[in-house]
């Protein structure tokens, strides 16, 4: 070991780092993060934590236009986007110093500068020292990719920019499909912003059960978001303050804002990684890793979005956890990658768990569809017009429930419970043998008991 200045060396300060530096120490490990920005990474810094903050603030109108129906009259509300701004970074602030005292107080060492890897061993940091380690951990995460460069591509914003505006603007075009374009075209609309949607594919939400995609476009637009399908962003013009977003439909779209959300690459440039020989994975451009999260070098390992693998924080934290139990607490642990529960917090709320029904009939020769749409309870006084979705996926012939998709206030929140009964292996049976919970939306999960659809896949001749 004396050959070593540390054990562990982590290239970046997010959730998966900060837990692979943590867990490692507290194996006995002398570790050291290095971090070129903020601590926290994208998630607490520039992801879903403000991102959420936005979102629970612009419930708020909603909530507002709502009280009425159940008697309250309200006097004219004022929002103020400079405050919001101003609150959500004094909370940022309070997490980043919260994720630098807890490597600290597990015994690493954090240093506030770019690592790039030199060879398999050795780590040369922007002041010019060298650190030689034993194992290299990369954890570098995402960006914000803005894909081909069109003319004006320098007046196109991204989600970083978003939550640092200094002031809401009156419209915006956001491009992109994906979660991340949804939530912010919602957040805008929610603050009053006229927003309009620009996709290339044929619906939104590309990757997610049909049902839920028609859904929440309708929903979308029933709270006076624009979608437009089928056409990209092609030039960006500024005139003074103002924008012209053109499209490849022929059409225009004047704004206040542009903002791109059409995806996001792996952090792997500039980090050595070829001096080192560790390998990318050409498939999508992440850092080809195997179960353990290992690399092709067998002393470098990456976790999180730099592997492009499932781009969520609760996995970068889990990767990070094994690894560091594998290497450093003689308990090697793969990472279970399947029936992850994901949310977007759109307006209404996605939540999901498991295969989609595309997903299980190509799967499975017997598939049964339970489904209901329904009115919530709240809406009933409120007089708002919009509509949950509870979808269950059966597999017909174990009975297992193999998927989940809920569409609507509390999403979320329910679909985290639901994902532990789909990864116990619950049947349909178990859930009609628990009680309704009334009255709540999440009942309708136990008392849907006539399939609305049953597939049979015949068999090929």
């Not at 390992?301 to 990767?319: F, K, M, S």
């Not at 989609?356 to 020769?365: D, H, I, L, Y």
């Amino acid at each position: 070991m004396a050959d070593f200045d540390v054990d562990l060396f982590v290239i970046g300060g997010g959730s998966g780092g900060v837990r692979a530096a943590r867990i490692a120490a507290g194996h006995g490990a002398r570790v050291m993060v290095a971090e070129e920005y903020r601590m926290g990474g994208t998630c607490v810094i520039r992801g879903c934590v403000p991102k959420k903050l936005f979102v629970l603030g612009s419930h708020v109108r909603h909530e507002i236009e709502d009280a009425a129906g159940f008697g309250w009259t309200i006097p004219s509300a004022t929002f103020d986007w400079p405050t919001l701004i101003a609150n959500k970074d004094k909370e940022i602030a309070r997490l980043e110093g919260i994720y630098a005292a807890n490597v600290e107080k597990a015994g690493g060492r954090i240093v506030k500068m770019r690592a790039v890897i030199e060879d398999a061993n050795t780590v040369r940091l922007t002041n010019g020292e060298a650190v030689r380690a034993k194992y290299i951990l990369i954890a570098t995460g995402g960006a914000p990719n803005h894909g081909t460069m069109i003319p004006g591509i320098e007046h196109v914003i991204s989600s970083n920019e978003a939550f640092h505006l200094p002031e809401l603007p009156k419209r915006i075009v956001i491009q992109g499909g994906g979660y991340i374009a949804l939530e912010f075209a919602c957040i805008f609309a929610g603050f009053g912003s006229d927003v309009t949607v620009i996709y290339r594919g044929d619906n939104i939400l590309r990757g997610f059960d049909e049902d839920v995609r028609a859904h929440v476009r309708a929903e979308m637009e029933k709270d006076g978001i624009t979608l437009l399908t089928g056409c990209t962003v092609t030039k960006v013009d500024k005139h003074g303050h103002e924008f012209t977003t053109h499209l490849s439909n022929g059409s225009s779209v004047a704004s206040d804002k542009v903002m791109f959300a059409i995806g996001r690459h792996p952090n792997v440039a500039n980090l050595g990684l070829e001096k080192a020989g560790v390998a990318i994975n050409p498939a999508n451009g992440g850092i080809a890793v195997d179960s353990f999260s290992r690399s092709s070098v067998p002393n470098i390992y990456a976790i999180g979005d730099v592997t492009h693998r499932i781009n969520l924080t609760p996995v970068a934290i889990r990767e990070g956890h094994a690894f560091a139990d594998t290497v450093f607490g003689g308990r090697p642990v793969e990472v279970d990658h399947t029936d992850i529960p994901t949310a977007v917090f759109s307006q209404p709320e996605v939540g999901t768990v498991g295969l989609t029904e595309t997903q299980a009939r190509a799967k499975f020769s017997h598939v049964d569809i339970y489904k209901a749409t329904f009115r919530p309870i709240k809406a009933t006084l409120s007089g708002r017009d919009t509509r949950m979705l509870m979808k269950l996926i059966v597999d017909g012939t174990s009975d297992r429930v193999v998927g989940c998709h809920i569409v609507g206030d509390g999403a979320a929140e329910i679909i985290q419970a639901v994902a532990i009964a789909v990864k116990m292996k619950a049947t349909k049976a178990d859930f009609d043998a628990t009680l309704a919970l009334h009255p709540t939306a999440a009942e309708e999960l136990v008392t849907m008991r006539t399939p609305t659809a049953r597939h049979v896949r015949q068999a090929a001749e």
